[in-house]
């Protein structure tokens, strides 16, 4: 009977039998590992954050460090070291053309032949006026030359003014009586004003030539000039009456 039994159940006598297990405790840990693996998640997501912000206020905190300003303050000091060197090459031709105006009016006064009077520049350039007395017997004569330093050769190669037939061009003479005299007043850009008075004549120490009657001059832009009529600017004469009565209330004080 127990035979029967077991072939109409259908489950052979040699299948192993599977009876549930209760649920055992190795199932706990798994739980527990879930919330430290969040929380490691979190962590590791705050510090990348964190380094990534950090790392982002980097490069805003370099890109807003004042560079511009130590550029500009630089640019600043470029410029005006710049503004002093243009000064300073200024300081050297005005130097320099100093030291020329002097070399030429110094060779001019140690020239032995007859009384050299002043010397004047035309404008900024390198040509000056030379004008001297030449005693000619009881009379005297006037000449009026012109120093060209481009043209002089010592001076090219030594720096010494030579005034000689290459840099000196003669440009007026004029012969005078014993009893005439001819006195240079100055120079009015580039007319050279003359006196003609008496060879005695003796105005007084605050007395200006500018001031005097039958003043002429000579063009110093042309080859040939003559003596012509000259009158002085209102503007130059109201100042050199300032300069007179000065003078005189100085002598009366």
Do not use: H
């Not at 109201?238 to 209330?249: K, T």
Request: glycine share 8%.
């Amino acid at each position: 009977m127990s035979d029967q039994t077991s072939a109409s159940s259908g489950t052979p006598s040699n299948r192993p039998q599977f009876e549930p297990q209760p649920l055992s405790g190795s199932f706990c840990p798994m739980r527990s590992q879930a919330p430290k693996m969040i929380l490691t998640v979190l962590l590791t997501a705050v510090i990348v954050g964190g380094g990534v912000f950090l790392w982002q206020q980097s490069l805003f905190t370099a890109k807003e460090t004042p560079q511009p300003i130590v550029v500009t303050e630089n640019c600043d000091k470029v410029d005006g070291l710049a503004q002093e060197l243009r000064l300073s090459e200024e300081q050297v031709g005005n130097l320099q053309d100093q030291l020329l105006e002097t070399k030429v009016k110094l060779a001019a006064f140690a020239n032995p032949s007859g009384r050299q009077l002043p010397v004047f520049r035309l404008g900024d350039s390198d040509t000056f006026v030379l004008v001297r007395k030449l005693p000619d017997g009881p009379n005297s004569v006037l000449n009026v030359d012109i120093y060209d330093q481009s043209k002089d050769l010592e001076y090219s190669s030594t720096g010494n003014v030579s005034l000689d037939l290459n840099s000196i061009s003669y440009l007026y003479r004029e012969e005078m009586s014993a009893d005439i005299r001819l006195d240079v007043v100055g120079l009015d850009g580039s007319r050279l004003v003359l006196w003609e008075t008496g060879a005695d004549n003796s105005p007084g120490p605050c007395f200006d030539s500018w001031l005097a009657e039958g003043l002429t001059y000579l063009d110093l832009n042309e080859e040939s000039p003559t003596r012509k009529p000259y009158q002085a600017p209102q503007s130059m004469l109201d100042e050199v009456r300032i300069e007179v009565d000065r003078c005189l209330a100085g002598l009366a004080g």
